[in-house]
């Protein structure tokens, strides 16, 4: 007999009888689905809905059953509840226009309801701004409630903004950045608009100062808030402050006309002439056909047609300020600890390289231009000036020797027809090697080996680091030598416990172009002009691998406007 016939004949029974015998779920939302059918509007049918709908994550079901339940309630508070579910589960399934619809009927319930409040400021702002009955003070308290939202503080901001309340605006901005620590991104954007109300609107020039230093610091590479800073130091006199500034934002956008103007603009109005120069000078070089004509007129103008003499010389400290900012102070430290060493292993006695005597000149005694500049560069720079050894039918350009004592090979690229400028520039540039930490690189050119050497060196100051077995090899070679001296094991210690210290991973190819581009410094310094520093860079670039022409004249030319740059040459007391 057909088991049927017994059936219930109202489709809410048949329902009730397969859920109190536990059928198949799927069967029995059929049931129910009939049963609403038959009765638009049964409570008790969307009920047991819900409840299938929600256990087999049947969001779109769900949120249709959870929209018909709204509509049969008439208690306010339980129907925003229903309607708050059914925005959520639009909105996880892609259908933005009904979870709107949705959060509306829950704002028509509830007015301040903060996640309603939030849903609509983010996803139909407009619409948000047209409700005259959510008032400022209701978007203050759905923040309150959802401090992080960028939604809604984006509506009170609007809203603050649109009636000129600038000082709750900035109220704003400081609570939104409260509940957003931790996000740098985000951070940085509410501290450089926070910047601007102060600067613009409230005129509180400390506190955007504050607030654009903090932008600054979450994101570093970012002009726009390096620019807001020099500025506003700008207009405040404060002259040493926005020249960092201006050097930082030329660090970042290197051909940016309007940042070389307003830094020759900062030391023209103070009357600081010769700062003046060597910013117009260094736009001229860097921006080329390109920079206003103001600046290369400026530039041409006050060009040193002379070699100056040096008042002073620099001492360790100054070159801390010398250093490219990438060269890192641990492995030059290693390196010199154990020069001593190195020069013994590495090096031969000059006399064994056979140049004739009257290639041989010592800057001391010297006539020729080219070794004189030597030994002044050499005297600025505080290091020991080698020996120049003048061959100007070699065609090459600089050479450093592996000799003791030191010695440089000049051939025609540095000799022919040089103006004092070039003259000084390449000597100080070669000189830069002379420097104890960089003179390592003269015995060893290449980054394979500057690096075998410095796990050598760390494994001489520490026995149980583990090395591979060239480095051991190494290490083994300069052990005997290095124990013959205490104070070369004494040194050796210090400087890998600074090495360690440091903290980051040792990149000797960085270092290794960080020394070239100090070295480039070092010409600029005592050579006073960039025009020559093109000239010589171009005519004897470095080898494969290393920095280009180009981007070491970029360099030098940023030290050359730098504060470190104006400190430097004001400290070797020129004259001319």
Not at 371 to 400: F, H, Q, S, T
Not at 430 to 457: I, K
């Amino acid at each position: 007999m057909d088991g049927r016939a017994n059936a219930p004949r109202d489709a809410l029974a048949r329902a009730r009888q397969a859920a109190a015998h536990a059928e198949d779920p799927a069967a029995c939302a059929a049931l129910w689905e009939e049963a609403l059918l038959e009765h638009p509007g049964s409570l008790e049918a969307l009920v047991q809905l819900s409840v299938f709908y929600e256990v087999s994550d049947d969001k779109p079901h769900l949120a249709r059953v959870l929209r018909e339940q709204a509509a049969q309630t008439g208690d306010r508070s339980a129907r925003a509840a229903l309607l708050a579910r059914v925005g959520a589960l639009c909105h996880a399934t892609g259908d933005i226009t009904e979870a709107l619809e949705a959060w509306k009927g829950v704002l028509a319930m509830v007015p301040g309801h903060p996640e309603a409040l939030e849903y609509l400021s983010t996803h139909d702002p407009t619409h948000l701004e047209g409700m005259s009955a959510v008032t400022l003070e209701l978007l203050w308290g759905a923040l309150e409630a959802l401090p992080g939202s960028v939604g809604l503080f984006a509506a009170v901001v609007q809203r603050l903004t649109a009636l000129g309340d600038f000082e709750e605006l900035d109220r704003a901005y400081r609570k939104m950045l409260l509940a957003n620590r931790g996000q740098p991104e985000l951070e940085y954007t509410l501290l450089n608009n926070l910047g601007v109300i102060r600067r613009d609107r409230l005129g509180d020039a400390e506190g955007a100062l504050e607030a654009f230093t903090l932008a600054a610091r979450r994101r570093p590479g970012e002009a726009t808030v390096a620019r807001s800073l020099g500025t506003l130091y700008g207009s405040l006199g404060r002259r040493e402050e926005a020249h960092g500034w201006w050097v930082r934002v030329l660090s970042l956008e290197p051909r940016s006309e309007g940042a070389w103007a307003a830094l020759h603009g900062l030391f023209e109005a103070s009357g600081e002439t010769e700062k003046a120069w060597r910013v117009a000078h260094a736009a001229a070089v860097v921006l080329g056909a390109s920079a206003p004509e103001a600046l290369r007129r400026a530039s041409e103008a006050g060009r040193p047609k002379r070699f100056p003499v040096f008042g002073a010389a620099l001492t360790e400290n100054h070159w801390a300020l010398l250093r490219h900012p990438d060269q890192a102070t641990g492995p030059g430290a290693v390196f010199r600890a154990v020069l001593p060493v190195l020069e013994r292993v590495r090096c031969q006695p000059f006399e064994r390289f056979g140049f004739a005597r009257e290639e041989v000149h010592t800057p001391s005694t010297s006539s020729a231009s080219m070794v004189k500049a030597w030994g002044a560069a050499a005297r600025a720079l505080g290091v020991g000036a080698p020996l120049v050894v003048v061959r100007p039918r070699d065609p090459e350009g600089l050479r450093p020797l592996a000799s003791v004592p030191p010695a440089v090979l000049a051939g025609r690229k540095v000799l022919a027809g040089l103006t004092p400028a070039e003259v000084l520039f390449v000597s100080g540039r070669g000189l830069g090697l002379q420097h104890p930490e960089h003179a390592v690189r003269v015995l060893y050119p290449s980054v394979p080996e500057l690096t075998a050497l410095l796990l050598a060196c760390v494994r001489l100051a520490r026995p149980d680091h583990d090395a591979a077995p060239e480095v051991l090899q190494t290490a083994r070679s300069l052990g005997p030598l290095v124990a013959e001296d205490p104070s070369a094991v004494e040194n050796l210690v210090a400087a890998v416990e600074h090495l360690s210290a440091e903290g980051a991973a040792v990149d000797l190819d960085r270092w290794s172009r960080a020394v070239d581009a100090t070295c480039a410094r070092c010409g600029a310094l005592v050579g006073g002009d960039l025009q020559a520093a093109a000239r010589m860079l171009e005519a004897d670039p470095l080898g494969e691998g290393c920095p280009t022409a180009q981007e070491l004249l970029l360099q030098a030319a940023l030290f050359f406007v730098s504060p470190e740059g104006f400190a430097l040459r004001d400290a070797l007391q020129p004259t001319c």
